[in-house]
């Protein structure tokens, strides 16, 4: 292989390199923007499928972070923990559902 060709794969390799590396700084610093205009707010989540009557405990709960845009005021907050923790759901939740203050509400209406 001549010294010319060598050369000229090496330039490639380099500036590809190169390329890349700027490609993923601009990536994370363009991802970072987006993070902090999302706004993203810690949500309490389950860890894992909780039947009606559960009293949940520490090992029930996991935080997630979500944007605040699409969070109302029924989604209990990391913030609200220590408020959760010992309280019995009224209704079934899902393995990574997040938690609601409505989980806690007593039924609307008397069972039959």
């Known amino acids: 292989m001549s010294p010319f060709i060598r050369g000229i794969g090496v330039g490639l390799?380099?500036?590809?390199?190169?390329?890349?590396?700027?490609?993923m700084a601009m990536t994370r610093k363009y991802l970072s923007r987006v993070d902090a205009?999302?706004?993203?707010?810690?949500?309490?989540?389950?860890?894992?499928?909780?039947?009606p009557g559960h009293v949940l405990t520490a090992v029930d709960l996991t935080e997630a972070r979500f944007p605040r845009q699409f969070l109302?005021?029924?989604?209990?907050?990391d913030a609200d923990r220590a408020e959760v923790?010992?309280?019995a759901v009224t209704v079934a939740v899902e393995k990574d559902a997040p938690l609601l203050w409505s989980s806690f509400a007593a039924p609307s209406c008397p069972a039959p």
């Open 13 to 23: 390799f380099i500036s590809l390199l190169g390329a890349g590396l700027f490609g």
């Open 37 to 51: 205009a999302w706004g993203r707010q810690p949500v309490l989540v389950i860890t894992h499928d909780i039947p």
């Open 72 to 77: 109302t005021d029924t989604w209990v907050l």
């Open 85 to 87: 923790l010992g309280k």
